[in-house]
């Protein structure tokens, strides 16, 4: 029997940010970079892998660690971080891992025999003349590699490219030859940077990391992080080198944009940077991308939500859902971790998660876990103050005649639950100071149908929420 699949669809200890996802053979394997829980910088841990079968996408088995940050024959004490590296399939039949070290503006790649096995550090991308990338005179410095391979090229695109950065021109690609590392066309740009983009279809959602290429068809996908940071958006051609368009914005990890359930404006979750990209996976796309916890910027999860197509090959924006891969509603019934929250806010609208480690202030609610990183502890919403709602969505709720939910805190109020954001409470639960987790029950008379559940606190003190259950 399939499981059902969540967001994050990972364990909600595990921290796997820019994720990069894969079909080969029948499963779907996703590469990223590796956070650490309280970290204090990006990328920290070494590269892991997990995998699940393309027909059971809830099912996700845990492959390991491919390859230690000491790896690369420049990192042997451990001091630079792997940041979000990405996977291609050579013409050798053998698997390559692109990566750039934090502190170097070369790309450095790895080899293996197969997916999700042990890589071997294998040499740096390098002009013909032995020269490596990022290095010549007039290279502008590599950054988030992201790798396509048709036959026997590869085009690499990588960039970095702030707002007002002059020194920077845009995304670029680099074009290598069938050993993955020498250079046969040399970079060229396809998008450009901010300071470059008046009069173009980029402007306003300008390139700033994290470019992936997916072909569609006929059709070339530009998958980036623009300078609004929450957002991924996308350009396409019928080219992988030239005449990229801007085409929209295919997921923000805040919902900003989309108007179909709240104002277009108003955040929905706390963004920040945002990476990921598409994948086929039994003739539906999906986007993969990352969401923020912990009140942190070092704290990032996977999320994914299927996606729309029009007529002319354009992306309908998906919602934040707490369902992603399942390919439709979770079941209105039985119990659901509180880490499922797919919006969370309170009265107090913030769109960013603060910049440069610092943490979240004692107004905002935020998805964390109890001990520390690699500890398999179950993901549970905190601070919960007066006004704190989390949303979930979606649920096919059939007879749904009440609610559990599992509380703690030094908190005296009550939970209200919902079938929208700013709707009226269809039961109301109050709570108490406790230390422990304790179960609140209630009846509530949820319509059939296909609903979002939001719990929204009121009162006084701090409650934190780990779960609640549809009866």
């Known amino acids: 029997m399939k499981k059902q699949a969540f967001n994050p669809y990972l364990p909600s200890w595990e921290y796997i940010p820019d994720g990069e996802p894969y079909v080969f053979g029948d499963r779907i394997y996703i590469y990223g970079s590796h956070d650490r829980f309280r970290g204090n910088a990006y990328c920290l841990n070494d590269y892991v892998c997990w995998s699940a079968p393309v027909d059971d996408l809830g099912d996700w088995r845990y492959e390991g660690v491919i390859y230690p940050k000491v790896s690369d024959p420049l990192n042997r004490d451990g001091s630079m971080c792997l940041y979000a590296p990405d996977v291609t399939l050579g013409p050798d039949g053998r698997y390559y891992l692109y990566y750039v070290l934090d502190k170097v503006s070369i790309v450095s790649v790895a080899v293996c025999e197969e997916p999700a096995g042990r890589y071997e550090f294998y040499g740096y991308v390098h002009y013909a003349d032995g020269t490596r990338l990022g290095e010549r005179k007039g290279d502008e410095p590599q950054f988030d590699p992201g790798v396509l391979t048709e036959g026997g090229t590869t085009y690499l695109y990588t960039g970095f490219c702030g707002v007002g950065d002059r020194s920077r021109s845009g995304p670029m690609v680099t074009v290598l030859g069938p050993d993955m590392l020498t250079i046969v066309e040399e970079p060229v740009f396809i998008a450009p940077s901010e300071p470059f983009s008046e009069g173009s279809s980029f402007m306003e959602h300008e390139f700033f990391e994290a470019?992936?290429?997916?072909?569609?068809?006929?059709?070339?996908?530009?998958?980036?992080?623009?300078?609004?940071?929450?957002?991924?958006?996308?350009?396409?051609?019928?080219?992988?080198?030239?005449?990229?368009?801007?085409?929209?914005?295919?997921?923000?990890?805040?919902?900003?944009?989309?108007?179909?359930?709240?104002?277009?404006?108003?955040?929905?979750?706390?963004?920040?940077?945002?990476?990921?990209?598409?994948?086929?996976?039994?003739?539906?796309?999906?986007?993969?991308?990352?969401?923020?916890?912990?009140?942190?910027?070092?704290?990032?999860?996977?999320?994914?939500?299927?996606?729309?197509?029009?007529?002319?090959?354009?992306?309908?924006?998906?919602?934040?859902?707490?369902?992603?891969?399942?390919?439709?509603?979770?079941?209105?019934?039985?119990?659901?971790?509180?880490?499922?929250?797919?919006?969370?806010?309170?009265?107090?609208?913030?769109?960013?998660?603060?910049?440069?480690?610092?943490?979240?202030?004692?107004?905002?609610?935020?998805?964390?876990?109890?001990?520390?990183?690699?500890?398999?502890?179950?993901?549970?919403?905190?601070?919960?103050?007066?006004?704190?709602?989390?949303?979930?969505?979606?649920?096919?709720?059939?007879?749904?005649?009440?609610?559990?939910?599992?509380?703690?805190?030094?908190?005296?109020?009550?939970?209200?639950?919902?079938?929208?954001?700013?709707?009226?409470?269809?039961?109301?639960?109050?709570?108490g100071y406790t230390n422990i987790w304790k179960e609140y029950t209630a009846d509530i008379a949820i319509p059939d149908g296909i609903w979002p559940i939001y719990i929204t606190y009121r009162g006084e003190g701090s409650a934190s929420l780990q779960s609640f259950t549809l009866i």
Not at 221 to 250: D, N, Q, R, W
Not at 366 to 374: F, L
Not at 398 to 421: A, P
């Open 211 to 431: 470019p992936s290429m997916r072909k569609r068809g006929d059709t070339y996908y530009f998958i980036y992080s623009s300078i609004v940071m929450h957002e991924l958006c996308y350009a396409t051609s019928k080219y992988p080198t030239k005449g990229f368009v801007y085409g929209g914005v295919v997921s923000s990890n805040c919902d900003m944009h989309i108007h179909s359930y709240k104002p277009a404006r108003k955040p929905m979750y706390y963004g920040s940077n945002n990476h990921g990209s598409m994948v086929e996976i039994k003739n539906r796309w999906y986007i993969f991308y990352h969401r923020h916890t912990d009140g942190t910027n070092f704290s990032r999860q996977g999320c994914a939500e299927p996606i729309e197509f029009r007529e002319d090959g354009s992306i309908i924006q998906p919602e934040m859902t707490s369902c992603g891969l399942n390919g439709g509603p979770l079941a209105g019934r039985g119990e659901y971790p509180a880490y499922l929250a797919c919006n969370l806010f309170c009265k107090d609208e913030e769109i960013y998660t603060p910049l440069g480690g610092l943490w979240m202030d004692s107004r905002f609610p935020k998805i964390t876990q109890d001990g520390k990183d690699g500890d398999e502890e179950a993901g549970y919403i905190q601070n919960m103050r007066d006004t704190a709602t989390a949303g979930f969505k979606y649920f096919d709720c059939q007879g749904v005649k009440g609610v559990i939910i599992k509380v703690r805190g030094y908190c005296r109020g009550q939970f209200e639950i919902k079938t929208s954001w700013d709707g009226k409470a269809l039961t109301n639960i109050p709570v």
